[in-house]
């Protein structure tokens, strides 16, 4: 009897199974990182069909922003993470309703025969799972306990560690869905969430900003400037997290904000001082403070009306006396110390031979006659004691020599 149960059971699976099935993901939300594909079901769909068995011809649909894997028997056959809609033609689950029809009603004949000796259910497992590779957004961080950050600064000689909190949100993408699917979330019933993984990343991520920070600090950044510098900051931190996060989870960092960042009073009290003190170096910088503090020592004496104005001016001049140095001198210096602009070499002008000549062309010439044109060179005209001017070697009116 038992025997007769388990074939007519046996014949209502394997024909059940005989329907093409349309597997789909009806939409993926920020929040679900893996789900189980579905069945599109109608008013004469089949209800009778196994839950975990695909036949042979049956469609898959995948949108975008999705990775669709198969699994079968507990191992994955098949990824696609390309939009579109592909048939599933390599199911060990025959269909009459797909390929030839001769071969398939054989094949049923035996997948009939196989489930007999299990009672009449199918003796395998194969299930379609959709993973959301779309950026994950939305993952607020927040450092509870003060993170070590180098602050260097090479104008004043600063180099120190301060003690920072950082508060933001950062996004991560599945960038391996088979390292997803097999390290984090494989075989699940029906959907899996970011909230399961969240404080496992969350935590990791606090311990990778140390590292992470040192490596931004190495720049020269600032830690009030990391705001702006939010994409070093996320190649720092897949650099450390690569061999955890994308190496075994699966997963990237794509997008890391900082919405504030604060420093420990004391410790920014510090820097000022240093800051203000290292200005201080530069004599223009000193001459102007101590202008600064003139000027306003000077209002307040002459505000001081219990000592008297004098007595106050007197006292003012007792103390920059006695401080040795004032803000004339160090403007002087200064001023010795500043740069001088270079000024642009002139380009040597060449020097014409002796007893050369220029003619009307332009050229210099030592001939008698020009290189150019050949133009002849001119006479030169002298002026003679007697006031004649002539051009020969002797005076037309007194007959003297021309003088050599």
Known sequence: MGLIQAAMAAGSSVLAD??????????????????????????????????????????IAINEGQCMILVDQGQITEICAEAGEFVYDVSTEPSIFYGSLSESIVN?????GKRIGFGGTAAKDQRVYFINTKEILGNKYG?????????????IGLDMDVSIKCHGEYSYKVVDPVLFYKNICGNVEGSFSK??????LKSELLTALQPAFAKISEMGIRYSALPGHTTEISNALNEVLSAKWAGVYGIQISNFGVSSVIANEEDEKTIKELQR?????????????????????????????????????????MAQQAGGMNANQLFAMGAQQAPQQAQPAQPAQAQAPAGSWTCSC????TGNFCSNCGASKPSANWTCSCGTVNDGKFCTNCGSPKPN
């Open 277 to 317: 003190a290292g200005a201080l170096r530069n004599p223009n910088m000193a001459a102007a403070t101590i202008a600064s503090a003139q000027a306003q020592a000077m209002q307040d004496a002459a505000k001081n009306t219990s000592a008297g104005p004098m007595m106050a001016f007197a006292g003012m001049n």
């Open 195 to 200: 909230d399961k993984i969240d404080s496992q």
């Open 362 to 365: 332009g050229s210099v010439n």
């Open 18 to 59: 005989q329907w093409r099935e349309y597997f789909y993901c009806p939409s993926l939300s920020n929040d679900i990182l893996l789900t189980k594909g579905e069945k599109k079901a109608g008013r004469g769909a089949n209800k009778k069909g196994s839950d975990n068995i695909i036949s042979d011809g049956s469609i």
């Open 143 to 155: 450092t509870v306990n003060p993170v070590p950050f180098r602050v260097v600064d090479t104008n």
């Open 108 to 112: 049923s004949f035996k997948e009939f």
